[in-house]
């Protein structure tokens, strides 16, 4: 969840940081007092400037002017008068030219070219406000004034590479204010000057200085052809503009070999490039694209020790030694990229809540950054501005003050940097020789036409279900609980081989005690009748939920054949015992904590470690009694805040005893991880190695990944996620996750994560690449734009026509009503299919039915067949909407088969298991996972489509004992059962 404030992305705006207005302000006046004249011109300067005080600007225009014409120290003088006449006329073209005549060695020389640039700054013209700036320096090489206003310009145009210079300028100087701070403090970031390029485009057309900062948000957002666009109009223009060249390389890297070779032939006579830290980011995205992992890790090591403080070349180059088992070297990479995104987090956190507590933190992560020029200025701010404090921070301020009395001390200690202490020089470089013409572009990303098409049948099937959120229809805007929605989950509760729906609610905070009789706000739970309709079995089954309802997982926790529930709460979650006749027991009161009283949001029923018992997994969101009742202002309008606002709450984990017990050892099994903000959950075996690792999507933190290296049950788990490449995205950031779906993406046999994500933020796409490790794919597979200006919630893996090749499904809403700054509210769901190249495609909106031809809240998305026809269906949850059962209409004739798994060895509902189907040339390999994404529980059949197969299929199973079958002429078109160790897998038993 991100705060739209800051242009809904949370990315730092230009205009706050510099601490002056970029657009629409009065040019600044020559600042500080006019300089004094010779006697020789104290007769007619008084003059001069009583006339214009006075208001009479001809008058002093005209004495002015005619003293100008002179020579001698009144020349100047009276040049810095006519121009200040001319500025306050608003003719500024005039007053520049003024101001520029000035000679060099004049008393006026800085103040006048400080605010002839300042004019051309607000005249748009940066390009000419930069030069004007850069001149002043010859004169006055450490003027503050005239160092912010080129860090300034640099910024506007995208050029912060180039920027730091002068700031760092400054900082040493000890005058830097803390908006500047802010902005060296994270190179890494994208600023959002879109607002400010276009205007600065419009009133300047000629000056294509702002287009490369325009260029980079393009790419942020996905529109990569526009940044190109953008980009090489500026070349076209400023050739000598090194920033340009790289950001075509960053594009060129994303699109293929023919575009990235035309771009090497294209800078091969640009040796400054090789001193920007991009290019080599350019480089080593291309090579580890292409598979070349120890150039690009070279590529990677050059950009880390141009710029030591890159968050994407020391996490891309950390996960590269890692590959390459190399994981010694790897380790402090990864480590310093982590303390990156620390700092980073911090610091946005402190452009929104400037306290002393945060620019004392802020000084401790640069302190461990080795970045002590920085650090001691914060320590400085809280000096100077709570005298309170000093006591506290004398000594630490004394000892940086004299250790920096040195000027010679680095900006940023080699000692802290890894590539100043890890040697790689001996990887290869990349060969920057051009392919061969005619090398392979990367096919269109456009939207296209397809076949696939389901309908909404819930209101006929019998489903009617509106998640209460308990708004407060007299509040205006969204208190944080009011935006997570409800959960859904399937399976078949009463075995009779057709899957049922569980729906949580929401209800009135706080919980007020409810009876089955009444069911407005409780769960609820739907039987499936087998003929296309749901009666709704809530009161017969005895469950009598009030709580304020999110997530829940369907699982198996003694073993007996029927599925037991775990419902996620905002305080107290709760667990039900199926019975086997329909009904269930609640046996909340058998966790040792009660189900705990924490915001949980995603759930998950697995054993996760190893010894034979189910356990339980609650992937827990914010903490604090304001989420009940805080809202954040969003130009002057109450709306839902930052979750950097709250504190996070701990996820939990409860083991299963073996006797119907849980005792709750989250801190001994190794997931007391702090800051977390979980929202999605993801259980499963992703390597193979009978182990399951849990992953958790977390809000605008990094994410965790859960593992163990041994099997033994005492094992603790070990957050990995940084590691494996799974906590963050490319380049280095967390965003704002939320659900998950897992399947074999890429048709490579392993497991893939894909991540949804925040508005103006891409969704995410984790592929596997074996031994333990991911990489963001996203471009690659065609990712990065979709949904771009969309934010998703629950999203699944659908093999919707049959084919082999799974698609993905997205539900989309924002999480408060920003519509005021032209931001959607209500969002359209996205269904992207996969070419056989491996790019998604968007499906078109119009063929695919009337429910994504409109606009939703949506939240919880789970997978079923619900009418078992072979095709795979999907539940939406939605916010002020009724829930949608999305029947699956697609015209296919592909094959299929669905599988159900009985555990004996391994637990009943195995989870971890692995089926691979085969039939000719089509191989299929699925996954059984809990937690299921954003609080959901899939249909425990694995579905398998296999295009046009023949009549039977190879299945072989993985267990998560251990145990691997493998049965032959399995028969398609059908459900069937597999038990573990039988000799023969059976048709499922329906019972009508």
């Known amino acids: 969840m991100r705060n739209p404030l800051l242009l809904a992305d949370r990315r730092v705006l230009l205009c706050g940081l510099v601490g002056i207005a970029i657009w629409g302000c009065s040019p600044a006046p020559s600042s500080g007092p006019m300089p004094p004249s010779s006697p020789s011109a104290s007769d007619r300067l008084p003059e001069a400037r009583a006339a214009m005080k006075g208001g009479k600007l001809e008058d002093a225009f005209a004495i002015a002017d005619a003293m100008a014409a002179g020579t001698g120290p009144q020349r100047n003088a009276a040049l810095l008068i006519a121009g ?24 006026e020389f800085v103040i006048a070219r400080q605010t002839a640039g300042d004019l051309r700054l607000h005249q748009g013209r940066l390009s000419d406000a930069e030069s004007i700036w850069r001149s002043t320096l010859s004169r006055a090489p450490t003027d503050e004034f005239t160092l912010n206003r080129l860090a300034l310009v640099l910024g506007l145009q995208g050029r912060r590479w180039e920027a730091r210079l002068f700031l760092e300028t400054v900082v040493r100087q000890g005058t830097c204010t803390a908006q500047n701070l802010l902005l060296l403090g994270d190179l890494d970031r994208t600023l959002n000057v879109e607002t400010e390029a276009e205007q600065y485009r419009a009133a300047a057309p000629e000056d294509v200085a702002a287009l490369i900062g325009l260029a980079k948000v393009r790419r942020e957002q996905g529109r990569f052809d526009d940044a190109v666009a953008l980009l090489e109009k500026v070349v076209a223009t400023r050739e000598d503009l090194d920033e340009a060249w790289v950001e075509l390389g960053l594009l060129a890297s994303d699109r293929g070999e023919a575009a990235f070779d035309a771009w090497v032939r294209r800078i091969a006579a640009r040796p400054t490039l090789r001193e920007h830290p991009t290019f080599w980011l350019a480089l080593g995205r291309h090579e580890q694209a292409a598979g070349r992992r120890e150039t690009a890790a070279r590529c990677f090591y050059q950009a880390a020790r141009l710029n030591p403080n890159s968050i994407p070349a020391h996490y891309q ?9 190399r994981t010694a070297d790897s380790e402090p990479f990864l480590l310093r990229a982590a303390r990156l995104e620390q700092l980073a987090g911090v610091l946005n956190r402190l452009h929104s809540d400037p306290t002393a507590e945060l620019m004392l933190e802020t000084a401790d992560h640069l302190d461990a950054l080795g ?13 100077q501005a709570e005298p309170a404090r000093q006591p506290q921070i004398r000594e630490r ?11 010679t001390v680095p900006f940023v200690l080699p000692e802290t940097c890894p590539a100043f202490q890890v040697d790689l020089s001996a990887l290869p470089l990349p060969k920057l020789a051009p392919a061969a013409p005619g090398s392979s572009v990367p096919e269109s990303t456009s939207s296209g036409a397809f076949a696939f098409r389901f309908e909404d049948d819930a209101p006929a099937a019998g489903i009617e279900m509106t998640y209460f959120n308990s708004a407060d229809p007299a509040t205006e805007g969204m208190r944080m609980f009011e935006f997570t929605g409800g959960g859904v989950g399937a399976a078949d509760f009463d075995r009779d081989g057709w899957p049922d729906l569980y729906l949580t609610q929401g209800c009135v905070l706080p919980p007020r005690p409810q009876t089955s009789a009444d069911l407005s706000r409780l769960d609820q739970l739907y039987r499936n009748r087998g003929n296309g309709t749901f009666a709704n079995a809530t009161a017969g089954s005895t469950i009598i939920e009030p709580r304020f309802g999110q997530g829940l997982a369907w699982g198996d926790v003694n073993h007996d054949g029927f599925p037991d529930l775990y ?11 199926n019975n086997g006749d329909g009904t269930f027991s609640e ?3 058998d966790l040792s904590d009660g189900g705990g009283d924490a915001w949980t949001t995603s759930v998950g029923m697995a ?10 997994y609650a992937a827990n969101y914010l903490a604090g009694d304001e989420i009940y009742t805080k809202m954040c202002v969003t130009d002057g309008r109450p709306r839902a805040c930052l979750p950097i606002v709250f504190p996070a709450a701990p996820d939990a984990f409860h083991q299963g005893t073996g006797d119907g017990r849980f005792v709750e050892r989250t801190k001994a099994a190794g997931f007391d991880v702090p800051l977390g903000n979980g929202l999605g959950l993801l259980v499963a075996d992703f390597d193979g190695s009978r182990t399951l690792d849990v992953f958790v999507a977390n809000d605008a933190v990094p994410n965790f990944f859960f593992s163990r290296d041994s099997a033994d049950p005492g094992a603790p788990f070990t957050d990995v996620a940084f590691a494996n490449g799974t906590a963050v995205d490319a380049e280095g950031r967390p965003q704002a996750c939320m659900g998950v779906a897992a399947d074999d993406l890429d048709g490579d046999g392993d497991l893939d994560l894909f991540v949804t994500n925040f508005y103006l933020e891409s969704n995410t796409f984790y592929e596997n690449h074996g031994e333990g490790l991911f990489r963001d794919a996203t471009r690659d597979a065609g990712l990065k734009e979709p949904g771009y200006k969309l934010l998703g919630f629950g999203t699944q893996a659908i093999d919707g026509d049959n084919d082999g090749r799974p698609e993905l499904v997205i539900a989309n809403g924002h999480i408060d009503d920003f519509s005021f700054k032209d931001i959607p509210f209500r969002m359209p769901p996205l269904f992207l299919s996969r070419s056989a190249q491996g790019r998604f495609v968007e499906a078109a909106p119009k063929a695919m039915g009337p429910y994504f031809e409109k606009e939703w809240l949506g939240r919880g998305l789970a997978m079923l067949d619900w009418n078992r026809d072979g095709r795979e269906d999907f539940v939406v949850t939605h916010l002020e909407d009724p829930a949608a059962l999305l029947t699956n209409r697609t015209a296919t004739g592909g094959r299929w088969l669905s599988v159900e798994l009985v555990g004996r060895e391994s637990p009943r509902h195995p989870v971890g298991a692995q089926v691979t189907v085969s039939s000719g040339e089509t191989r299929r390999t699925r996954f059984l996972t809990a937690g299921c994404g954003y609080q959901a529980s899939n249909s425990p059949l694995l579905h398998f489509g296999l295009g046009s197969a023949g009549e039977v299929a190879t299945v072989e199973v993985r267990w998560p004992s251990g145990r691997m079958q493998r049965f032959e002429v399995v028969p398609l078109d059908r459900e069937v059962v597999c038990v573990e160790g039988e000799p023969n ?7 009508r």
Do not use: H, Y
């Open 84 to 107: 200040e006449v001319r500025q306050r006329q608003k003719r500024f073209d005039e007053a520049v030219d003024l101001f520029l005549r000035i000679d060099e060695v004049a008393d």
């Open 397 to 407: 301020l004394a000892r940086r003050e004299s250790a920096l009395a040195d000027d």
């Open 317 to 325: 180059l950390g996960q590269l030694l890692t590959a390459l088992k």
């Open 985 to 991: 897998i059976v048709p499922k038993v329906v019972i």
């Open 371 to 383: 970045r002590p020029w920085e650090a001691r200025l914060w320590i400085r701010f809280v000096w």
């Open 567 to 577: 419902v996620g709460n905002l305080g107290p979650n709760a667990l039900f015992l």
């Open 587 to 589: 046996v909340t009161a």
């Open 607 to 616: 054993d996760l470690d190893g010894d034979g018992a189910v356990d339980l």
